[in-house]
Structure formats: C-alpha cells, structure tokens
C-alpha cells in the first residue's frame, strides 16, 4: 500500500479536532488513516474499503499496540465514491475518537487511552489535499 505524509507532533488533545480533506483515486480499492502516538501505538486505524480483504465498501476501524491489533470495528455506511473529494473529521474526546463522515458519524473507543495523539499518516488509494486542526 503506498504511503502518503507522516505528521508527528500534532498534540492533539480531548476537545481538539483534525480535518482531512482529499480525492479518492477513480480506481481505489481501500484506504487508511492512522491516528496514534507514534506508527506502533495507533489509537484509530481508519480503514475505508472499497473492495479490499474481503470488504466490499465498508470502513473498517481498529487499534494497534506495537504489532497487536485489537478487535475490528465495523461501519457499513459508506459515504466514499472512487474519484471523489471527501473530508473527513476526527474529534478527539477523553474516552473515544468521533468520526464525522459526510451526512454520518460515529466513535471508536480510545482503546490505547492516549492523552495525546501526536501521529497521523495516509496510505493507499488517497491523495491529501489538506489537514487542520482545531
């Protein structure tokens, strides 16, 4: 899967939000944001998935402590088309991490119970076009 940029030292804490916005390649078939401490203790894998793994058009999130991954959550709503725009919004709560998709959202628990997130990286069929944070 080919990698996109690498942040470190955002600081982002409860309260604070990230904004990604980019273009999902015409011919994607999955991509990846990751929102950590550092590439080994992620606290959000945000994994959407065209036709990837078994997955036809479906995000998959996760965790991943050094090279543990933690159990796979599942959002079947699907708000990506391949060849699009999109901005995607992390909030960062206390206890979890709500995603804000165009017209849904959801949280995946801060399972890792980082206080900060410092990392953020894209991989895969995605092309960054922007990133603040508030």
């Known amino acids: 899967m080919s990698c ?3 942040c470190t030292n955002l600081g982002l804490k409860p309260g604070q939000r990230l904004t990604v916005k980019g273009l999902i390649a015409p011919n994607a078939k999955s ?3 990751n929102l950590g401490k550092d590439a080994t203790f992620l606290g959000l894998h945000f994994n959407p998935r065209f036709d990837a793994h078994g997955d036809v058009n479906t ?3 996760n965790s991943k402590k050094v090279e543990e991954w933690g159990a796979e959550h599942r959002e079947t709503v699907f708000p990506f088309q391949k060849g699009g725009t999109v901005e995607i919004t992390f909030g960062v709560n ?3 991490v709500t995603v804000h998709l165009p017209g849904h959202q959801f949280t995946f628990p801060n399972r890792l119970n980082l206080s900060v997130f410092d990392y953020f990286d894209t991989q895969g069929d995605f092309t960054l076009q922007s990133l603040s944070w508030e």
């Open 94 to 96: 206390q206890n979890d």
């Open 31 to 33: 991509f990846v944001m």
């Open 59 to 61: 995000i998959v999130c």
């Open 4 to 6: 996109g940029p690498v």
